[in-house]
């Protein structure tokens, strides 16, 4: 009888566990942010996670690391000119949380999110690496952080669990002022 029970109990557990596919995305995007005050492209790698609050609403958690970027520079002299590169040292690292609205319920579908969040500028001369990313997080409040509002549309389509999104948005921090800044994702994710 208690074997009974427990098989009863676990049925009752797993079905709706078993028909609730994208309840939860995860996914990896590349992340294209253009500084427009400096006029400095970053480009970058996040993570993103999804949970389904109603059929048509997710709310999402990301985070994404902007790498440094190398910076020209040029003169004229009369004894001619010169090109140089230098190493900016800027790292910028995002977070981002809020809502996401799907539109319809196809295999390819439109979507618009408001999120908010942070993003920290860091200038840092050791290279980009992992350890770079903890150390940031880490010391997170004890350096240059920002509000930011990030109002967005895009597409994601699926196949089974796996698909691909596109989002584009405008990633607005504050910091003295508003400053608007262009942002573009481009990544795979999974639904389960």
Do not use: C
């Amino acid at each position: 009888m208690k074997r009974l029970a427990l098989l009863l109990f676990l049925a009752g557990w797993l079905v709706p566990l078993a028909s609730a596919q994208d309840r939860f995305q995860l996914g990896a995007y590349a992340d294209y942010f253009r500084i427009s005050q400096t006029k400095s492209n970053m480009a970058g790698l996040g993570a993103r996670v999804g949970v389904k609050a109603l059929p048509y609403l997710m709310l999402e958690g990301e985070m994404s690391y902007d790498f440094n970027q190398v910076f020209t520079e040029g003169f004229t002299n009369p004894s001619g000119g010169a090109v140089t590169f230098q190493n900016s040292n800027l790292k910028v690292l995002h977070g981002l949380f809020g809502p996401k609205l799907i539109g319809g319920h196809g295999a390819i579908r439109p979507f618009v999110t408001l999120k908010g969040g942070f993003v920290n500028f860091r200038l840092d001369p050791r290279p980009a690496s992992f350890s770079g990313f903890l150390s940031s997080v880490d010391n997170l409040r004890a350096n240059n952080v920002s509000g930011t509002l990030y109002p967005g549309a895009g597409l994601e389509g699926h196949i089974g669990p796996v698909g691909l999104r596109l989002e584009a948005g405008d990633e607005i921090y504050f910091a003295g002022g508003a400053h608007h800044n262009p942002r573009v994702t481009f990544g795979p994710f999974i639904r389960f």
